[in-house]
Nanobody, 130 residues
Framework: QVQLVESGGGLVQSGDSLRLSCVAS????????VGWFRQAPGKEREGPLG????????DYADSVKGRFTVSRDNAENTVFLQMTDLKPEDTAVYLC???????????????????????WGQGTQVTVSS
């Protein structure tokens, strides 16, 4: 059983940056693609905003491309979401999800791109004031 715990959220001002962390336990992230999602009040979950593949690849939604960067530190079993130039419309609960994906060879993590995942964290709140 993989457990994911997000952290790093908070209240920031428009234009600020934040780095979110998704720490895994129960398994090594070497074998999991990880995606970041968000859900704003009254809205459907959006994402994946960024995906970190087991082959070191990364991919982004058009809505955040150029502002958000996903990275991973497998030694720390952690995936990060660096967010810059934050806007009030980025206000949401941010969640990470993991999909099993053997890196040899890595395949496209189809479940994450369908908004699904094998495991989900509880989320961390990001609030951006104008």
């Amino acid at each position: 059983q993989v457990q994911l715990v997000e952290s790093g959220g908070g209240l920031v001002q428009s234009g600020d940056s934040l780095r979110l962390s998704c720490v895994a336990s129960g398994a090594t992230l070497d074998y999991y693609a990880v995606g970041w999602f968000r859900q704003a009040p009254g809205k459907e979950r959006e994402g994946p905003l960024g995906v970190s593949g087991t082959d070191g690849s990364s991919d982004y939604a058009d809505s955040v491309k150029g502002r958000f960067t996903v990275s991973r530190d497998n030694a720390e079993n952690t995936v990060f979401l660096q967010m810059t130039d934050l806007k009030p419309e980025d206000t949401a609960v941010y969640l990470c999800a993991a999909e099993y994906n053997d890196p040899n060879p890595a395949r496209r993590p189809a479940a994450l791109y369908e908004g699904l995942g094998d495991y989900w964290g509880q989320g961390t709140q990001v609030t951006v004031s104008s």
